[in-house]
């Protein structure tokens, strides 16, 4: 089993609706938990963190964490077709140097 | 805001060659990371160091090595450059937390000929 785990898509959404991005985890120790955007050819920009859990908004993104069944989720409100990318789940076990762990990513087509 | 600054964006080597990759943060992270990435197989740890001098090998770190002898910078080193190591190569920085995430460079796409 992979620490973490995300479906690689693609997962085409219509311009407006939801995306709806899921990550499961297995460390039950995991401490916090990081959603990052990948545009093609770019580096990872970080666009939301949570640590507690429930929900956190931050403008279009929502980040859901539920500790108990170990899955932390992404949702994009009004799907811009600038949201097209790949969004990479990555969690902290909090060991030496709180290095990251990355899931594989979801790559999103936001169709218009 | 954060810096993370990789100093080549492309780099194109021969195999055997020894291989430089420099990387230079401006906020006085703690936290040093070398990450390649390939299609199909995501990020992969190469190195991190979480102090000057020290480091400590990350998934993959054969046929590497790191140097880091100031804190702003980290630098990864591909002894003797082989064609399986054509990769993109992400420097990343983050404070000594565990509520904050990492800051990336822009990459250095790497290729081995």
């Known amino acids: 089993q992979k620490e973490v785990e995300q479906n690689s898509g693609p997962l085409s959404v219509p311009e407006g609706a939801i995306a709806s991005l899921n990550c499961t985890y297995s460390?039950?120790?995991?401490?916090?938990f990081f959603w990052y955007r990948q545009y093609s050819g770019k580096s990872p920009e970080l666009i939301m963190f949570?640590?507690?859990?429930g929900d956190k908004e931050d403008g279009r993104f929502t980040a859901q964490l539920n500790k108990a069944s170990q899955y932390v989720s992404l949702l994009i409100r009004d799907s811009q077709p600038s949201d097209s990318a790949t969004y990479l789940c990555?969690?902290?076990?909090?060991?030496?140097?709180?290095?990251?762990?990355f899931g594989g990513g979801t790559r999103v087509l936001v169709k218009p | 805001d954060v810096k993370v600054t990789q100093s080549s964006r492309y780099l194109v080597k021969r195999t055997g060659e020894k291989v430089f990759l420099e990387c230079v943060q401006d906020?006085?992270?703690?936290?040093m990371f070398w990450y390649r990435q390939d299609p199909g197989l995501g990020l992969r740890l190469i190195y991190f160091?979480?102090?000057?001098?020290?480091?400590e090998k990350g998934d993959i770190p054969e046929g590497y090595s790191v140097s880091r002898e100031k804190k702003e910078r980290f630098s990864l080193i591909l002894e003797s450059a082989s064609t399986n190591q054509t990769s993109m190569y992400l420097c990343?920085?983050?404070?000594?937390?565990?509520?904050?995430?990492?800051?990336f460079g822009s990459g250095t796409r790497l290729t081995v000929v």
């Open positions: 990555a969690v902290n076990r909090g060991a030496a140097g709180n290095k990251l762990t």
């Open positions: 949570i640590y507690s859990n």
């Open positions: 906020m006085d992270h703690e936290n």
């Open positions: 460390d039950r120790g995991s401490q916090s």
């Open positions: 160091s979480y102090d000057v001098k020290m480091k």
């Open positions: 990343a920085s983050r404070v000594d937390s565990v509520n904050y995430g990492y800051t």
